[in-house]
């Protein structure tokens, strides 16, 4: 049985087009490996969590923020479909060579 995805998010604080931006990309990107995603008005204030049937993957008041999308379909992927390929999203951006020699 395929999984479903669960955004909760805080109706009062606006963020229903930030939850139905990231179902959307979830959508997308896992349209063979989801059930569906469920857009979840929270009874708490400030609440943004989404969950994978059930078992937490993300709380925006744990993590500090918002997750960026190309980690949330990382998270997603780890869980629902490990071998699958992200592209873009999968690449580590390389920081700057600060052009100091290690001694």
Sequence with gaps: MKPTI????????????????MATELLTTFADELNGVLLKPAETAGEFCISIDGEPLVDRKAAGGFPEITALKRLVRDR???????????????????GKDEK
């Design 80 to 98: 629902v479909a490990p071998d699958k390929s992200l592209g873009h999203s999968d690449r580590v951006h390389a920081k700057p060579d600060s």
């Design 6 to 21: 669960t955004i909760t998010y805080c109706p009062k604080c606006g963020w229903l087009l930030r939850s139905s931006y």
